[in-house]
């Protein structure tokens, strides 16, 4: 049997591959686009594609697509076969360069918030050369942006690629205020733990609401759920570990960096997570885990469940996006162990908290959603409200910085930038703070509010924007107060110590606030929250409001990430989305409480009548009262029902979106109180204690 070694990325036309299957010069030119993006000539492109479609039909492909991420949430593909006709009646397989750059699929059904008309179909996918090129199935999948006919970006990856391209700009210019001269490219880098559920495809096809919304709108607590903490990192079921073993074969052989698996605190969850690499493609290879997951669960007879809150009382699952900025290998995030080092450290960490304070309000809309609202603040996951946490070692340090506090900090030196250096952060300087939103995790910040079923790039990109905004001003104070350079290799100027020294400080005491290392979960925090002026936004239509201010579109715009209108459309976009995912909801509920749940309790009710009747008829007074309780119990649960289908039918008549989910609600909380007066042989769904433990 072969090692892991032996066939990891052996779907991937990768470095490997291309450096053994390209001239030399070609391969150079390629790789200038790839690491510098330079622009990619036509010979090199029809070099590539030609190499491109040999490796891939040696591997048995047949066709190829333009792979893309519309505003759907989910990628997109439209294949076409290699074959093109022979003057003598055969065929034969090509694949040009202007096939490998460029394709057209049909944009007319992908989701535009007004950016096109729905009757103009034409849309273009352009090759992103950053992301290697992969075979699934018998497909060449090829990552590509996709953009309107009039150029407007229509998809998550080409807001996140222009992002990537501001924060290196941006980070070059401290790098060289810091006397780097020789760093090209700074990139940001993510590893997005994924959370998801497994239950029995078998009991899955009996739930029209899993099937129709992703998440279960009935169903009662279970004797059991989390309460013993014993399936948090317990012993994987074989089941489990047959799956994972298969997904981690499929993740391995398409480059994924599939790293760590674990069973998570609810019943049936659990949780992968990756050896986190650039953004770009870290974002890609989340997609493709995703529908991986859900491709090899069906083969052993399971689902896998992405939504945020499939069953109500456990957990619900996020995707933690471990984010960090670099060049070269350094990791700018790393406190270091030297003067220099940790005054770039503290530098970039103040950017993020400037920015994180200053853009809070697009952090909380970037993870938006009707699925995830059922998870922020619900004693699983961060609050709504975003905050940093650093630790108790750091904010010590940055607390003396902002105050500009001599003396001893904790277990370390007096602080003094460029002087004396910082205390040691190992990666586990500090307990985590899984209640914090955006915390601090040695080298890396951790973004914990994005859900399960989130696309990396929308978070990702967002903060990219925003640190590149807070640097761009830090460069800018600096580079006005001419103290670039230094007195010796090594070392810098006493001039540039001290105007730095003072915008740092000027930094913590404007946005400080937005570090808490509390815990988020406790209700005074909120309160404390909103002394603070945090803002708070329980809700996805709340939240995505921070799309439509006229400050945002700028900041968007100045960057070169998204135009204004291009950020509208999202607003537009995502607004749509929630109401109708909200619709769905409340339409499934409602035909599953009048087809399936009505009957079952009717059924119950007129065979108790009968035994009631039957009882009174044979002068049997013993078990008469408790037949009688049954039967009120029954018959004003049977009122409650109709009670709540008609609400729930007022609300989606009028379509609005808050009076659905209490309406819902309210028709839950009676069904739910039902399923225990109804025997288990009629009940028509799969209960909480068959789906979560039975698999």
Known sequence: MSSVSDYFGSLVFDDRVMRANLSADVYASLRKTIDEGSELDIGVANAVADAMKKWAVEKGATHFTHWFQPLTGITAEKHDSFISTSP???VIMEFSGKELIKGE????????????????????????????????????????????????????????????????????????????????????????EQEYFLISKEMYDKRPDLRFTGRTLFGAKPPKGQELDDHYFGVIK????????????????????????????????????????????????????????????????????????????????????????SYGGKNLLDPGSNPDENALFLTVLCAIIEAVDKHADLLRASVAGAGNDHRLGANEAPPAVISIYLGDQLADVIERLE??????????????????????????????????????????????????????????????????????????????????????PGEHTAAFHNALQKILQETLKAHSRIIFNGNGYEAGWLQEAEKRGLPNAPTTP????????????????????????????????????????????????????????LPAVKAEYAETVAAFAAAERMGVSSGTNALMDDLVELGSGLDAIKANLRKLDTALVENESAAVLAAMQALRTTVDSLEHKVSDKRWPLPKYRDMLFLY
């Open 542 to 597: 709340a939240a995505l409001a921070a799309l439509d201010k006229k400050e945002n579109r700028a900041l968007f715009e100045k960057y070169g990430v998204m135009t204004a209108r291009e950020l509208k459309s999202r607003h537009e976009i995502f607004i749509e989305e929630y109401a109708t995912k909200i619709r769905i909801e409340g339409t499934c509920a409602r035909d599953m409480a009048s087809e399936m749940i």
């Open 403 to 488: 105050k500009g506090v001599g003396g001893k900090a904790k277990k370390a030196d007096t602080l003094k930038i460029g002087v004396d250096t910082l205390p040691a952060l190992p990666k586990d300087a500090t307990d985590r703070n899984r209640t914090s939103p955006f915390a601090f995790t040695g080298n890396k910040f951790e973004f914990r509010a994005p859900g399960s079923s989130v696309c990396c790039a929308g978070p990702t990109m967002v903060l990219n924007t925003i640190v590149a905004e807070a640097v761009d001003r830090i460069a800018g104070e600096l580079e006005g107060a001419k103290v670039a350079g230094k007195a010796k």
């Open 238 to 325: 074989p089941s489990v570990a047959a799956f994972m073993e298969d997904l981690n074969d499929e993740l391995w052989k398409l480059g994924i960096l599939a790293k760590t698996e674990h069973n998570e605190v609810a019943p049936s969850q659990h949780e992968l997570a990756p050896i986190y690499t650039t953004t770009n493609i870290a974002t890609d290879h989340n997609q493709l885990t995703m529908e991986i997951m859900q491709k090899v669960a069906v083969k052993h007879g399971l689902v896998c469940l992405l939504h945020e809150k499939p069953f109500a009382g456990v957990n619900g699952s996020g995707k933690h996006n471990n984010w960090s900025v």
């Open 105 to 192: 699929p049909d944009a007319s059904s992908f989701p535009s918030g007004g950016l096109r008309t729905t009757f103009e179909a034409r849309g273009y996918t352009a090759w992103d050369p950053t992301s290697y090129a992969f075979i699934k199935g018998k497909t060449l999948c090829i990552p590509t942006a996709f953009c309107s006919y009039g150029g407007h970006a229509l998809d998550k990856k080409t807001p996140l690629l222009r992002s990537m391209e501001a924060l290196s700009k941006q980070a070059l210019r401290i790098l060289r205020l810091f006397g780097n001269t020789s760093a090209k490219r700074v990139v940001s880098s993510v590893g997005p």
């Open 88 to 90: 003598d009646g055969s």
